[in-house]
């Protein structure tokens, strides 16, 4: 089955322009001039239900504005979306239900209170009765290894701690689908390897589709089966993870090419 | 349509309200805890209101020095119109303080977390702060409203009131704020109308004659919120205690309306350069 | 002296975006005036009559006035940005540049003010014309004396709220005091004139920094004379001297406590 289904989706922004100087101030009080961007442009793809895809691509890309149509937070100007069989746009709480998302640099923590409390709070915004809440709580306590600070206020925590937090925030309610907006930012490497190497093991045990950004060629190289870049709106390239480590067996690192890519306006350079 | 269906329904109803309460009454107590962690804080913010908003007493004095009335309220009447602002205006910010910053969470794209959560989006974000000076006013409307409440029916008609008035001061920031959905500069007058709104309220209305007294029944709302509740307090009257219900009401379910009309331009706008 | 005079242009350019915003503010100018025109007017009930030496127009005029200082001042920007700095971590890095951080949070607010003042004092100006009539007697010729009177009070205001915004240094947050010092100033010298208050409490009131303020310039407004005024600038001059005194002697204990506990 697939868990996102993408149809030539589109959305564009306007942006406000001020020319520089005090002339220039006082004139975008006068004549505010904006100009339109295509954030995203007509973009289309599938991902199967289990499968860790990576969307990458540089900065403004569309890589954030793509997931946030896709998780019902943005209404797309054209196209049609499908997760899990639900359009966001006109069932974004019965979606909510079954999505988890993760923004590595936005907190969904209070960052006051302990992670247990945090957890608490989370299963009654999924509705979990308590009971259940606290088995699901301990089991995940115990996978993300959080047993040592789950009783720390989260602003005591370090990143790595935090993240892992976030994470199992996000799981509280065994979402069919993860969203995770560049989880690894920040992080040391050996961090880095822990929160992919969980990453992994929740897509394996319990076949969560994982749509994750990133800007980590770590990231993509060692958790995904396939890889979708996209630069300015547009998908310039999607393979499977395969084709792409059969160029780097060619001599060229992977870093190399996705650079190529994110450089050249055509995509498709390097291969 | 069967009766088993329509029970089910209603059970589910039922079921989903008692999740949504849950989840807000968790947000309030913790943002108590967060501004309980630090205690000193905590308390010299709440003491310190209280005495700002007993400092306005000067002024009384000496107005009232100079004439035995302004406009038909003595001192007595003027500290119930205080403590009926100050009830309702606390309560409004400790319980929905977010709701006064709604400008900015739409301009700067912070809506976005309560988006993606299975539960009312606009509960999510009003609930999610608290404002500890708040306390400090609303106690200091308790602590007035218990030594000059003692007129009319005063006290068993002001936590009625009390609610009405926190209804209307919040519906009417949600109100203005929800404006700015539409207009990016709304932010500064929906904060104007609401500090309007606590300036008129804390001054008698008698004062008031012709067009401003209109606007302060119908336009800003202090008229519902806290001048007809005072008067009702001294001298009870049916048909004005059922105005200031159906008032409170209204302007509830309007805001209501806007600001869902609003989140729905939020989703589909293109407007906001911070969200890319 | 010349990174103060850029640090001011760019901060005049920001507010400049802002025009609209105060625009805006002058809604609550006027709920304000509304209210206190609405007031006078059903204290004063005999047309002439007086009130502690002044008139109902002049009553008027100084609560316009006052409120003009007040709402030109907006003295949470202030004492809040200081708050912000020292809480936030951020005076770490504001400290060794090179100019004095409290002189750079003054000439950053005096670029916000700049902005704002003419406007509120054009607003201001029409609208005392438009509802009350002329100030009765208003000397042209000592016009700049007193807008010199208004800036060095905004300046003096700003002094004594910088300090406040210091105590940020010893308490997690100075925003309760700077609510009292508001109200003080904003009961005792901003909506009645200091005469209106019993005669035993106006030499003290006179020693407070709300002299300078509010009341000093409005009064010179309403009811100028050359004696008053020399009066005024003097005690402002004063209150100067001594507020950057304040400010300096604070920052520098403040600083010193930093060092210590290491913020």
Known sequence: ?271 | MSMEADRTRADLMFAAVKNQLRVSLLSVKYNMMREMVNKVTFVTNIIFMMLNNATILVQWIILFHLREEVGGYTLKEIMLLWGMTAASYGLSHILFARVFFLPELVISGKLDAYLVQPKSVLLGIMTSATDISAIGDFLYGLLVIGIFGHQGRGLYLFPLFLITGTVIFTAFALLMGSLSFWFVRMDMLGRQMMLGMVSFATYPDGIFKGVSRFLLYFIIPVGMAVYHPVHLMIRFDKGMLFTVLGYALLLGTVSVAVFYRGLRRYASSSLMEARM | MRKYAVIYRSVCMENLQYAANIVMGFASYFVFIFIFIMLWNYIYQMPGEVIAGYTKEQMIWYVMMTEMIWFASNSASVAGSVTTDIRGGNIAYLMNKPYHYTLYILTKYTGEWSIRLPMYALLAAAAGIGMVGAVPGFPISRLPLMILCVILGITVNAVFLICIGLLSFWIEDATPFRWLYDKLILVVGTIFPIEIFPEALQPFFKLTPIYTVCYGPAKLIVDFSDSKCVEILLAQVLYLAAGCGLMFYTYRKGVRKLYVNGG
């Not at chain 1, 054209?78 to 006109?90: M, T």
């Not at chain 1, 720390?152 to 065994?174: D, Y």
């Open chain 1, 1 to 271: 089955m697939q868990a996102i289904k993408a149809e030539n989706l589109s959305k564009s922004f306007r942006v406000k322009r001020k020319e520089k100087g005090m002339r220039g101030s006082i004139r975008a009080i006068l004549h505010p001039q904006t100009e339109e961007i295509k954030a995203v442009d007509g973009v289309s793809f599938t991902v199967e239900e289990g499968e860790i895809l990576a969307f990458i691509g540089p900065n403004g890309a569309g890589k954030s504005t793509t997931i946030k149509m896709l998780t019902g937070i943005l209404y797309p100007d054209g196209g049609k979306v499908e997760v899990l069989g639900i359009d966001p746009v006109k069932k974004r709480k019965q979606l909510a239900y079954h999505i988890g998302t993760v923004f590595g640099q936005k907190e969904q923590l209070w960052t006051h209170l302990t992670p247990y409390d945090n957890f608490q709070f989370f299963s009654a915004i999924y509705d979990i009765p308590d009971r259940e809440a606290r088995k699901r709580i301990l089991e995940l306590a115990d996978c993300f290894e959080l047993g040592a600070f789950i009783n720390t206020p989260v602003r005591n925590l370090s990143l790595g701690q935090r993240i892992r937090c976030e994470i199992v925030a996000s799981l509280i309610h065994k979402p069919r689908v993860l969203f995770l907006d560049e989880p690894t930012i920040g992080l040391d490497p050996v961090v880095k390897e822990t929160i992919r190497s969980l990453i992994r093991q929740m897509n394996e045990e319990m076949h969560t589709t994982i749509f994750l950004t990133s800007h980590d060629v770590g990231d993509i190289e060692k958790l995904c089966k396939r890889v979708v870049i996209v630069n300015a709106g547009k998908i310039v390239l999607d393979e499977p993870m395969e084709h792409l480590r059969n160029a780097d067996l060619a001599g060229i690192p992977l870093e190399n090419i996705i650079m190529e890519i994110y450089k050249s306006e055509e995509g498709r350079a390097g291969l």
